[in-house]
T-cell receptor, first 113, second 113 residues
Framework: SQTIHQWPATLVQPVGSPLSLECTVE??????LYWYRQAAGRGLQLLFY??????ISSEVPQNLSASRPQDRQFILSSKKLLLSDSGFYLC????????????FGSGTQLSVL | KQEVTQIPAALSVPEGENLVLNCSFT??????LQWFRQDPGKGLTSLLL?????REQTSGRLNASLDKSSGRSTLYIAASQPGDSATYLC????????????FGPGTSLSVIP
């Protein structure tokens, strides 16, 4: 069966520090991968999606970047965090073909202080 | 640009009541619509997925309908229970950009024992 792992679960970082959040998927190949952010009291905002290794599409101009170094690995990064980067970050995947369901990781709560 | 809205933003009902959550989207060119449940501080759990060619899907006490032409979906929960308390989100996958899934802001449901 397929599983998605996302870590860390919580993270407290000072303003200006770097960020690296990692997501991996097991039990499938060539998944479509997504990073979403959920700010307090707001809906999910699509940040990045990827249909293959090295293929990244950005939805919102921001202080963040994403990379996909391996087929089932998706990384969210920042060189210098801002206060506005605080939020709940969710990684998700779906199969690369057909109209399949979207599956989510357990999320990372990021607090930038 | 696709916009997804959900009404109401919050709902509180006594246990045992039947209830309806609403989701609206502005662009009817979608592949599918998916309903999710999110518990506080957790990731999203998929409840039901309706393909664009379908009218409804059922799972246990949940029934989701889709009227693509009017840009509406409803999630019906029968005989609500305290364990149903959570935030419910709908999301659409667009035909114009196949890999993008756009979420509504969610409805926060509280079922009072």
């Amino acid at each position: 069966s397929q599983t998605i792992h996302q870590w860390p679960a919580t993270l407290v970082q000072p303003v200006g520090s770097p960020l690296s959040l990692e997501c991996t998927v097991e039990g499938t190949s060539n998944p479509n991968l997504y990073w979403y952010r959920q700010a307090a009291g707001r809906g999910l905002q699509l940040l990045f999606y990827s249909v293959g290794i090295g293929q990244i599409s950005s939805e919102v101009p921001q202080n963040l970047s994403a990379s996909r170094p391996q087929d089932r690995q998706f990384i969210l990064s920042s060189k210098k965090l801002l206060l506005s980067d605080s939020g709940f970050y969710l990684c998700a995947w779906r199969t690369g073909s057909g109209s399949e369901k979207l599956f989510f990781g357990s999320g990372t709560q990021l607090s930038v202080l | 640009k696709q916009e997804v809205t959900q009404i109401p933003a919050a709902l509180s009902v006594p246990e045992g009541e039947n209830l309806v959550l609403n989701c609206s989207f502005t662009d009817s060119a979608i592949y599918n619509l998916q309903w999710f449940r999110q518990d506080p501080g957790k990731g999203l759990t998929s409840l039901l997925l309706i393909q664009s060619s379908q009218r409804e899907q059922t799972s246990g006490r949940l029934n989701a309908s889709l009227d693509k032409s009017s840009g509406r979906s409803t999630l019906y929960i029968a005989a609500s229970q305290p364990g149903d308390s959570a935030t419910y989100l709908c999301a659409v996958r667009q035909k114009t950009s196949y890999d993008k899934v756009i979420f509504g802001p969610g409805t926060s449901l509280s079922v009072i024992p």
